[in-house]
């Protein structure tokens, strides 16, 4: 089955007109629009983060090695802090993408298998 192909209509091919038009649709320019909002500030804020951490690590070890407790410097607890970020970030996505973009996809999705039956 091509890309092209609807896989669960099993209807003819959208030709390039159809998915031009697709991607013209008001529906379609908002699904993209709320998608931006949320991916490239995060992240532009995670990748702040993350370059703040190798800054810190090459500029300030001195910093870096403050020992919090035991063997457990700020390093460390900075460099476990970027997992957690990545699932936070991972998390609040998928929160959002149920919220903000499922519907919105869904709606389309129903909307263009509706016209290709």
Do not use: C, H
Not at 8 to 30: I, L, T, Y
């Amino acid at each position: 089955m091509s890309t092209t192909e609807s896989a669960s209509s099993g209807g003819p091919p959208m030709g390039a007109q159809d998915w031009e038009a697709v991607q013209a649709a008001p529906e379609f320019q908002e699904l993209r629009r709320r998608l931006r909002t949320f991916v490239f500030p995060v992240a532009g804020l995670f990748l702040t983060w993350y370059l703040l951490y190798v800054l810190m690590g090459s500029y300030a070890p001195s910093v870096m090695s403050i020992k919090l407790f035991g063997n457990v410097n700020v390093g460390l607890v900075f460099g476990l802090l970027q997992f957690v970020s990545t699932f936070g970030i991972t998390a609040w996505y998928v929160r959002y993408a149920n919220r903000r973009l499922d519907p919105l996809a869904g709606e389309l999705r129903d909307k263009l298998e509706g016209e290709q039956a």
